[in-house]
């Protein structure tokens, strides 16, 4: 595994980092609790030391099992998880923005997790109303001096970079945030044309996440591909998606050498751009997690 660091926080992430999203169920498939600690085990032996989640991944569900699986090397793991929505079903998460509730779901996640701190809270892709909210960054810096969270983070909505709307971005010294993510990879490159420059400039970690972009890119998938129902992918519909797999198509035979696994190239690709600390990448088995974290070498 290779390492870079994250920014100016002082923490070296591997360039694997794991996505949890996954563990939700929301992808087409439910994992146990011995599935997810044989996760987090055989990612620990391959040298990942980043593990990505979020209070809505169920109701602080995933965070439950991350904990679970990583409690006796708990000093062994960079963990960031997120604040911002309440769970209340498969796809259905509501606003949860003030200061008193993310500090309920601050507390949530730290028993979930079990651990006394967090080394990277995020404010997980909201709205700008709402991030302008001096009262719960006055209270997530009290937690920040308090210990129970090391670094504060920003997950941009990938809505409002679309839109070339980086208000929050702009806003994040202020807030004393020093780590962003961002959604980046061979078909969404427009964390490239402000946010990272911005990053880079002020010497921040930056995240990129979706680096697969959603499994499209992961090369198992080809033009015409049907997802089922309870496959989040399913809601983009189907013209959607085979729009995007005729672009991945059109990558595999003009960019990607014969032979080469083409998610390890996808992955190759984001780490290639000195501004990404880490790619944050799912898997659904074992035998994708090593092939992530293979990667790190191309």
């Not at 660091?5 to 999203?21: E, M, N, P």
């Not at 971005?169 to 490239?192: G, M, T």
């Not at 013209?239 to 998610?263: D, P, T």
């Amino acid at each position: 595994m290779k390492y870079r660091a994250l920014g100016k926080t002082g923490l070296d992430v591997s360039v694997i980092g794991l996505g949890t999203y996954q563990f939700s169920g929301e992808w087409a498939k439910d994992f146990s609790e011995a599935e997810v600690k044989l996760m987090l085990k055989r990612a620990h032996e391959l040298g990942i030391n980043f593990v990505d989640t979020a209070e809505c991944y169920g109701d602080h569900a995933v965070e439950s099992l991350i904990g679970k699986s990583i409690k006796h090397c708990r000093e062994d793991w960079i963990v960031a998880t997120k604040f911002g929505h309440a769970y209340k079903g498969a796809t259905q998460k509501t606003d949860a923005w003030s200061a008193d509730q993310v500090r309920r779901q601050l507390e949530g996640s730290l028993r979930a997790l079990q651990t006394d701190h967090i080394d990277l809270y995020q404010f997980h892709s909201g709205g700008n109303e709402v991030f302008q909210n001096e009262e719960l960054w006055a209270m997530l810096q009290d937690q920040v001096h308090a210990g129970k969270i090391r670094f504060l983070g920003l997950s941009l909505s990938a809505d409002l970079m679309l839109k070339d709307d980086l208000q929050q971005l702009f806003a994040a010294p202020k807030a004393n945030i020093s780590v962003v993510q961002a959604v980046y990879n061979r078909l969404q490159r427009k964390a490239e044309e402000q946010v990272f420059p911005f990053c880079q400039a002020h010497q921040w970690g930056v995240l990129a996440r979706v680096p697969l972009a959603k499994g499209f890119l992961g090369g198992n998938y080809r033009p015409g591909a049907v997802f089922p129902e309870n496959d989040t992918r399913s809601a983009y519909g189907a013209e959607f998606n085979n729009r995007l797999l005729e672009q991945v198509e059109k990558i595999r035979h003009e960019e990607l050498l014969s032979g080469r696994n083409m998610a390890q190239w996808a992955l190759a690709w984001c780490l290639k751009n000195p501004a990404v600390s880490s790619v944050i990448v799912g898997c659904k088995d074992i035998v994708q997690l090593e092939s992530n974290a293979g990667a790190a070498h191309e």
